[in-house]
């Protein structure tokens, strides 16, 4: 079985500072990888993946991930955040053998002026 | 495509009535799934299906919770009878599984459940 860990909880930051949202997993098996972004009053959108290949994987709006697979983690880094980056984000993680996806419990990202 | 579609997008029902949610995935995607959403508990996998076969439903949290996919275009999620520890956003979410690039799901706006 799998299990995410998504490492704080609520992460206050001014805008154009830089951010990380931590997230670590576990399994025993190989797993995709991925985070999405919850705004209010939506659905969850995917931000990015990691399948395979470089472990430093780009989505939208300029965030990034990298996977490090000695430390079973996956944060996800904006080197500059606006207002508009402010929304829920949850890390993700299934095993490749499978299609069920386990979620994190999410980081509350607030952008300040 | 019009993505994901959920109705309705808000539900307010009284204790032991019957709450039906419905679900349209994108066309040509094969996979289905029903999440449930909770401040206390986060996003809970209720029950996914793979060409309208349910495969897994360990996540239904008791009998009172039934899923249906008729067809490739339509499913539903049925309480009954509702309680009010069933209040939650329920979101639908599907996926094609025939190509590497697609292994994220596309969620629907969900639909706020309150049970009275």
């Known amino acids: 079985a799998q299990s995410v860990t998504q490492l704080d909880s609520q992460v206050p930051v001014f805008e154009e500072a830089p951010v990380e949202l931590r997230c670590n997993y576990s399994s025993s098996v190989s797993v995709y990888l991925f985070w999405y972004v919850q705004y209010p009053n939506q659905g969850l959108q995917l931000l990015l993946k990691y399948l395979s290949g470089s472990t430093l994987v780009k989505g939208i709006n300029g965030f990034e991930a990298e996977f490090n697979k000695s430390q079973t983690s996956f944060h996800l880094r904006k080197p500059s955040v606006h207002i508009s980056d402010t929304a829920e984000y949850f890390c993700?993680?299934?095993?490749?053998?499978?299609?069920?996806?386990?979620f994190g419990a999410g980081t509350r990202l607030f952008v300040k002026a | 495509d019009a993505g994901v579609i959920q109705s309705p997008r808000h539900e307010v029902t009284e204790m032991g009535q019957e709450v039906t949610l419905r679900c349209k995935p994108i066309s040509g995607h094969d996979y289905l799934f029903w999440y449930r959403q909770t401040m206390m508990r986060g996003l809970e996998l209720l029950i996914y299906f793979n060409n309208n076969v349910p495969i897994d439903d360990s996540g239904m949290p008791e009998d009172r919770f039934s899923a249906k996919m008729p067809n490739a275009s339509f499913s539903t999620l049925k309480i009954q009878p509702s309680e009010p520890r069933d209040s939650a956003v329920y979101f639908c979410?599907?996926?094609?599984?025939?190509?590497?690039?697609?292994?994220?799901?596309?969620f629907g706006s969900g639909t706020r459940l309150t049970v009275v």
């Open positions: 993700a993680v299934r095993n490749t053998g499978g299609f069920k996806t386990i």
């Open positions: 979410a599907s996926s094609f599984a025939g190509a590497e690039a697609n292994y994220g799901y596309t």
